[in-house]
């Protein structure tokens, strides 16, 4: 069986990579949408960047303090469900952009299947996006095996853009995958003797987008370590510009507000930091 796993390569606009940093460092943690795992958050943008601005080297911010939100079916951690009653409506925009990431694998996928047992293109093509945790990883934090088995509808793609720092990312594979097929250059799975699985490392880097369907969809996967980079090659030149205007501008008081000292801050926190939004449908509608 093909893995069916995808990773395409700086494929996200710089629109959406502005999109996306924007509502997940400002928007979406202080919106009634989401949950996180923090007791006590700012409750609306101005308090979010009042607190963010007011950080000092003995107090991190609320932000510097962020490991994950929830969006539409809320994730529980501890019993590991998706309860009916903790749903909050999708982001619209981040919908239409998940779905039209899986849309370019729904064109794709039938030029490969030649006989191989893929998903059908259906499942990409009318992919409803219904739950995304978005990850933010800081300094040491790294993620142990796991798999996304939660979800009713495991046959519909989960969807993986990554933000920011590059990051080692390794997927258990029943089948042994020689190196020239692995999704990045100079790479070679390592055999797991205690299974008898391939582990594949894959380098992660800023504004690429996973895809996992078909026996991937249900591999272990982890996130071991982040990498260093060079984030002014690789984000767009405008961004941190950009965003400090919307920071700016979501501030009642943003005229009286230093640009620089926003910039400065925001470029310190996106340098360090890795941003992982992971999408998936969880029912068949």
Not at 127 to 150: C, E, L, S, W
Not at 255 to 283: C, D, G, I, P
């Amino acid at each position: 069986m093909r893995l069916e796993f995808f990773v395409l390569r700086g494929a996200l606009s710089d629109d959406a990579v502005k999109f996306l940093y924007f509502n997940a460092l400002l928007s979406w943690p202080t919106e009634s949408c989401s949950r996180s795992h923090l007791s006590c958050i700012p409750e609306n943008k101005i308090d979010w960047l009042d607190n963010f601005l007011a950080k000092s080297y003995s107090r991190q911010s609320a932000l510097e303090q962020l490991r994950w939100i929830t969006l539409g079916y809320h994730y529980d951690w501890t019993n590991k469900t998706y309860p009916e009653e903790c749903y909050s409506p999708f982001p619209e925009d981040a919908s239409k952009l998940f779905q039209s990431i899986s849309s370019v694998i729904a064109a794709f996928l039938p030029s490969i299947q030649k006989g191989s047992p893929l998903t059908a293109a259906n499942r990409y093509s009318n992919f409803v996006p219904q739950a995304a945790i978005v990850n933010y990883y800081r300094k040491k934090t790294t993620m142990g095996f796991h798999v996304d088995a939660a979800e009713p509808n495991r046959l519909a793609p989960l969807i993986s853009v990554s933000l920011g720092r590059p990051c080692i990312f390794l997927l258990e594979a029943s089948e042994n995958i020689p190196g020239p097929q692995l999704p990045h250059e100079g790479a070679a799975g390592v055999l797991d003797e205690s299974t008898g699985n391939t582990i594949l490392p894959i380098i992660l880097h800023h504004g690429d987008v996973l895809i996992s369907g078909g026996s991937s969809r249900l591999a272990y996967h982890a996130v071991p370590k982040l990498l260093c980079w060079d984030m002014k090659t690789q984000l767009p030149s405008d961004l941190l510009s950009d965003l400090s205007n919307n920071f700016i501008q979501a501030h009642p008081l943003g005229n009286a507000l230093s640009k620089s000292e926003v910039q400065s801050s925001l470029e310190a926190y996106v340098h360090s930091t890795r941003v992982n939004m992971n999408v998936r449908q969880v029912t068949e509608s």
